[in-house]
């Protein structure tokens, strides 16, 4: 039976729990959740947010790692005519209050875990209201905070059966993903609903998936992989197992299996670890049905391992970005030998083009800039106007990646024009981590540099020049940065140097410094 086009995000919701309201759509922490009793959350959530006259596209942060509060939270907020704003868990009060503060959220929905990093109560002025499951701490020093529980297990009535908050259309925005940039401060990447339901009807399509997949999702909600992870899925009914922790490698493959799992999606770091960390070479998944791997370049060796290990399930090589609400391109399961390194085609609905500095076209193998088209590319990043003029022009996305592209039309990714780390499922800007190095009273240069490592791809070194006449020592940097960084940004490594290599005009040679460390 066809599924019923939708045209909003939350749309996909009210389908699937009307068609399958029984049907298991979280699996997490102990707890099965069907489709009904997530839609009754959501629509308890939403009328909530709108009896307290929440506006049509008013941003609302969640921060919260208890799948099932996430998932209602993402859909209370969409249909209530708010705006998501996705938050990493791994934060800390600076970067919290910078994120929600730019985009002036007026509403935090979190956990009682996450109340230490908004203990000043004047943090962040522009959020009027911060509600908190699992228990409302006591003795808060004003009437802001709420307690999420009590919201989300009252019961509104009729009113809010159809999720009736203010009206939107596919051009509103619908979601705001945070991701670092080139620049000291992370950019907010506006997601409009027909942005995110265009990427998602492409992703079910090539994947081919229906109400019957199971995917096991080890990656955050809050990153555009594993938004595209659970948006996908709710779209067609499917199941979301979930343990997002990722700690014990063998307990979520036991999980796997139990569960009858048949897909499971991670980045480059995490088919390291299940390869070279967990006993997978053990177990048997029979009904395992396809793998997604994304967040960076698959080694060939990676991939050929996977097939020896996994025959019977597709791989899919697939490359995008947040500002194209998650994918761009996907490598065919039939091609992952003989196009070997290759992110693939463009996914249906989307153009790339691989183009100079002046929008003329590369030859055949020739490396240039990767510039996407289509219904999935973003609105622009939030309140930064000359930001989004840089890479959005006339409807085009200038990526940042330089790739080539083969006499069959295949991507091959070879580098970025940007310094960013890529370290696990994260991307880190240097500078942010610059900044905090500043910071610290001893230091009187600092730059970051990302060096290989095998479960990683990169972590994190951090290079200083110290002040003249004063003692430091590596324990007394990282400390430092364990303070005031979110844990997957603080450095591994540090290098004292007697200067960083420059150019002319006082710039840091950072492709020189990332050879000599």
């Known amino acids: 039976m066809p599924l019923t086009p939708v045209s909003l995000v939350h749309q996909y919701l009210l389908r699937s729990a009307e068609r399958c309201p029984s049907k298991e759509a979280l699996i997490h922490a102990g707890r099965r959740v069907t489709y009904a009793e997530l839609l009754a959350r959501a629509r308890s959530l939403s009328g909530w947010l709108v009896e307290r006259r929440l506006n049509v596209g008013d941003r609302v942060g969640i921060l919260t790692d208890d799948a099932r509060d ?241 025959p019977q399930a597709d791989v899919f090589v697939m490359y995008g970005q947040t500002e194209a609400s998650a994918r761009l391109s996907y490598l065919d399961p039939g091609d992952l030998v003989r196009k070997a390194g290759s992110v693939g085609k463009a996914i249906p609905g989307v153009t790339l083009r691989v183009l100079d500095a002046e929008g003329r076209p590369v030859g055949i193998g020739e490396v240039g800039e990767i510039v996407a088209t289509g219904y999935n590319i973003m609105a622009g990043y939030w309140g930064e106007p000359e930001q989004t003029a840089r890479v959005l022009r006339d409807g085009h996305l200038w990526t940042g990646d330089l790739a080539k592209m083969d006499g069959d039309g295949y991507v091959y990714i070879v580098g970025r024009q940007s310094d960013m780390i890529k370290s696990g499922a994260h991307r880190i800007s240097p500078r942010e981590i610059e900044a905090v190095l500043l910071e610290y009273p001893a230091v009187h240069e600092a730059a970051v540099v990302g060096v290989p490592d095998e479960i990683l791809g990169e972590t994190i070194k951090a290079c200083v020049v110290v002040k003249d006449g004063v003692r430091c020592d590596r324990q007394d940097v990282l400390a430092h940065c364990h303070r005031h960084l979110p844990p997957y940004m603080a450095p591994h490594h540090v290098e004292f140097l007697a200067e960083l290599p420059k150019t002319s005009s006082g710039k840091i040679r950072v492709a020189e410094l990332r050879e000599r460390v």
Request: proline residues 5%.
């Open 70 to 310: 996430y998932v209602t939270a993402y859909f209370g907020v969409l249909m209530a005519g708010g705006v998501v704003v996705s938050l990493n868990t791994q934060t800390s009060s600076r970067v919290l209050a910078s994120q929600l503060g730019r985009c002036q959220a007026s509403t935090l929905l979190t956990h009682q875990k996450f109340v230490k990093y908004l203990e000043a109560d004047d943090i962040i002025p522009s959020v009027g209201t911060i509600a908190v499951a699992g228990g409302c701490p006591e003795g808060l020093p004003s009437a802001r905070w709420v307690d999420l529980d009590r919201v989300l297990y009252t019961d509104r009535g009729e009113a809010c059966r159809d999720g009736d908050g203010p009206p939107v259309s596919p051009s509103s925005l619908a979601q705001i993903i945070f991701t670092s940039g080139t620049t000291a401060e992370p950019h907010g990447v506006m997601l409009r609903h027909s942005n995110l339901v265009a990427n998602t009807e492409a992703i079910v399509q090539y994947l081919r998936l229906t109400e019957h997949d199971r995917l096991m999702v080890v990656l955050p909600f809050s990153y555009s992989y594993g938004n595209s992870l659970l948006l996908t899925h709710v779209a067609v009914g499917g199941s979301l197992v979930v343990n997002q922790t990722f700690l014990y490698p063998n307990t979520v493959l036991e999980q796997m299996i139990a569960e009858r799992v048949t897909g499971f999606s991670g980045v480059p770091s995490t088919y390291a670890i299940l390869l070279n960390r967990s006993a997978i070479r053990q177990y048997q998944f029979p009904d395992l049905r396809y793998l997604t791997q994304a967040g960076g370049p698959m080694a060939a060796k990676l991939g050929h391992d996977l097939k020896q290990i996994l």
